[in-house]
């Protein structure tokens, strides 16, 4: 039954395990004996920048660019703000390609669109300059009247292109020299030759426009939003076809995670109509580049629209358009989590925020990937200029150009503990978020843990409970103000915001915010940044992730209140096994746990489910389902060797308060243990400890570290006596501590 955990390298910092460069793709397995099995481990071995206040020459660009990090235009020449796309010249020289300048048609009239050919001097564990030369350039022009709409330099004979005509963000090159462009305005594909003229008009998009395609009718609806066409393109290796993807999804498209990817023949200069779907992680996320490495695969960015430390998802997955799962979206797999990248040689250590071991690339705008002739990945950004400032607060980002190896390494041997990341990485992100699960996954967790309560139309969302004032900014929202309600909750009055009295969409409108800001004032810093996330979308983030021993992300989900939310007709246990059947974990090899605190509804699902089931227990109180039906017995009559007895026929393990194994002394010292880790495991339960927190008022006496409630104690040492008496997994705030320490 016992599920092996992830190793993390040893180490003791509070941010040990996020030293250790992590996997993101299960290799073949081999080898001797178990957990003798490779790894791609995502290494940099070469990084080149551009300085973000570089200028090409030409006409002064930016004069109503929005002031930003120091910076306001207009510009003495020619801004670069960073790459959207990216060409491999094949010579070690790349053809790059800008956006439209500064963001919109009103501020970007001067700015001149064009291809650059660099030429990054690499920065490589042998050194070098790391730096990126800037070559000639090509200028996209219509001299030939191509298009029939007005351009800002339509009076003059080059007809030179601008980021007020043409939203530019993505490029493939033909084998004849020729650049085909996808672009956010129309979307339109352009077709220019090597020297940058248009040669042909534009190609509209059959399938929608956006609200600045200058063909949109009076009283037209734009189907595309403002900038959610072509960011990504890719093309067939023989230059046949052109893959352009929309960024975000149809504004009438129910399914708001879709997002589109045509088929486009260059030779018949038509779309085919063929069509695939990709699901994103949420609706939110953006697709920022496309490249195929094969007759039917590509390589895709998701990303979101976060920065620095903020950042959430920017990952490079591998997509198979003849593989569609259960709902028809094409199957991926992670091959990049640009978040965690192994850099023993430390390339471009000190360049500020990400760029130590392990690098990340945490830029809003990851918008490059390319697959060089080596297999290796060519990763850059765009860089919004002067806009943003992931690396260093108040700086604007410079251009970068990355090369990430995808090597194969042994996997650490698996442990014998597992590490749940309590809420995610609560101790870091603020808790039942998507930045909570994802750090909690880059700190080597094995599972997370999401805490699930529903909405009014019945859809399970991630909340420590149903009354959200405290983790979320609904006070903040006047429109819902007649929502505050005071209810009975399992025998307890409680006054706030209730989850089952919002829609799904009413809760998406809502941002999350940490809980216990005067503990975690660093946490606070994140707040009204994320959206509430669902179950399935923590499922679906879970199963495209892997450990750091490169084994599937396991989830360990709560159902919370299950006696409160049957009485008012949103019972949680069905959803719950919906989606785990719908995201294919819902058997017992499945990495998942089912807990809670009551024991009716575990019953239930011993019943309905294969899934393995933990009952949790308390340091006091009772059951709420046993207390409503008048049943006398209490949280400490479960864990007798009697009560245990009866709760191995229906679950596979215990959730045991901390006190439960190891009472505290009267000085708030521990003491010895007690006999119910024993006498668990003799009637086959696994024992989970929770919850292993990291701040003094959380440890015990002997590992507290002063007497700062709030200061940082030894929780490596708590969690050692806990697994020297025996407990098979914890639950902490702070998986990367718990993962070096158990490893």
Request: hydrophobic letters at 40%; aromatic letters at 8%.
């Amino acid at each position: 039954m016992r599920r092996t955990a992830a190793l993390s390298v040893l180490a003791a910092a509070v941010t040990a395990a996020l030293l250790a460069p992590t996997p993101a793709l299960a290799g073949d397995r081999g080898g001797a004996g178990p957990g003798r099995h490779t790894v791609t481990q995502p290494t940099l071995v070469a990084r080149a920048t551009l300085s973000a206040d570089f200028l090409a020459p030409g006409p002064p660009s930016g004069a109503l660019a929005t002031p930003a990090n120091g910076r306001q235009g207009p510009f003495a020449g020619q801004v670069i703000p960073g790459f959207s796309g990216v060409v491999d010249a094949g010579d070690g020289t790349f053809w790059a390609l800008p956006d439209n300048g500064f963001g919109t048609k009103a501020n970007s009239a001067d700015f001149l669109l064009r291809l650059y050919h660099v030429t990054p001097r690499w920065q490589t564990a042998g050194g070098g300059e790391g730096a990126i030369g800037v070559g000639k350039f090509v200028s996209l022009r219509d001299p030939d009247h191509r298009i029939d709409f007005p351009i800002v330099n339509g009076a003059t004979p080059e007809r030179l292109l601008t980021g007020a005509d043409f939203d530019v963000e993505s490029v493939v090159r033909e084998k004849d020299g020729s650049f085909w462009i996808g672009e956010e305005f129309g979307p339109f594909l352009l077709h220019v030759d090597p020297t940058g003229k248009l040669l042909a008009a534009p190609v509209p998009f059959p399938a929608g426009k956006s609200p600045q395609n200058p063909y949109l009718q009076v009283g037209e609806t734009p189907r595309i939003r403002a900038s959610r066409g072509f960011e990504a393109m890719a093309g067939s290796r023989d230059g046949r076809y052109l893959y352009p993807i929309t960024e975000g999804a149809f504004v009438d498209d129910p399914v708001q995670r879709r997002r589109t990817i045509s088929e486009f023949d260059t030779i018949a200069g038509t779309y085919t109509g063929r069509t695939w779907a990709y699901q994103t992680h949420q609706d939110a996320n953006v697709v920022g580049d496309a490249f195929m490495t094969g007759k039917h695969e590509l390589l895709l960015i998701e990303r979101d629209d976060f920065q620095g430390a903020a950042s959430v998802m920017k990952r490079v997955y591998r997509i198979d358009l003849d593989k569609a799962d259960a709902d028809g979206f094409v199957r991926k797999t992670l091959v990049l989590d640009a978040l965690k990248i192994a850099n023993p040689d430390h390339l471009g250590s000190g360049d500020g925020y990400g760029t130590d071991d392990p690098f990340s690339l945490p830029v809003q705008s990851f918008e490059t990937v390319v697959q060089l002739r080596d297999g290796r990945l060519l990763i850059a950004n765009d860089n919004n200029y002067p806009g943003n400032a992931a690396r260093i607060p108040g700086t604007p980002d410079d251009t970068e150009m990355d090369v990430v190896d995808l090597r194969q390494v042994r996997a650490p041997e698996a442990g014998d503990v597992t590490v749940v990341g309590h809420r995610g990485a609560s101790g870091y992100r603020p808790e039942h978020t998507l930045a909570s699960y994802e750090t909690a996954i880059l700190q080597c967790a094995d599972y997370i843990e999401p805490d699930l309560v529903s909405t009014k139309d019945g859809v399970l969302v991630a909340r420590h409970e149903n009354e959200i004032s405290g983790t979320t900014d609904v006070a903040d929202h006047a429109e819902f103000a007649a929502r505050k309600a005071t209810k009975t909750i399992d025998g307890r009055s409680v006054t706030g915001w209730f989850t089952e009295d919002f829609t799904l969409a009413e809760l998406k409108t809502l941002r999350a915010k940490e809980r216990l800001p005067a503990v975690r004032p660093a946490n606070a810093a994140f707040d009204k940044l994320y959206e509430i996330p669902t179950f399935d979308e923590v499922l679906d983030l879970a199963r495209h992730s892997l450990t750091c021993d490169g084994q599937p992300v396991g989830v360990y989900p709560e159902t919370k209140h299950p006696t409160y939310f049957d009485s008012i007709g949103l019972s949680l246990e069905e959803p719950l096994l919906a989606q785990l059947r719908a995201n294919g974990l819902d058997d017992r090899r499945a990495p998942v746990f089912i807990q809670s605190f009551e024991t009716g509804n575990l019953r239930q699902l011993d019943r309905m489910t294969s899934v393995r089931l933990v009952q949790l227990v308390d340091c006091s109180g009772a059951p709420y389902d046993l207390v409503a039906a008048g049943d006398p017995r209490s949280y400490r009559d479960l864990v007798t060797r009697a009560g245990l007895a009866q709760v191995a026929r229906y679950a596979d393990g215990v959730g045991l308060c901390k006190d439960l194994m190891i009472p505290r002394n009267a000085d708030g010292t521990l003491g010895a243990p007690t006999s119910v880790i024993r006498d668990a495991h003799r009637v086959g339960l696994e024992v989970h400890g929770w919850t292993f927190r990291r701040e003094n008022q959380f440890l015990p006496a002997d590992f507290r570290s002063s007497a700062d409630p709030n200061a940082v104690g030894d929780l490596a040492g708590e969690i050692r006596v806990f697994v020297g008496a025996g407990m098979d997994g914890l639950f902490s705030d702070n998986p990367d501590l718990a993962a070096a320490t158990v490893g």
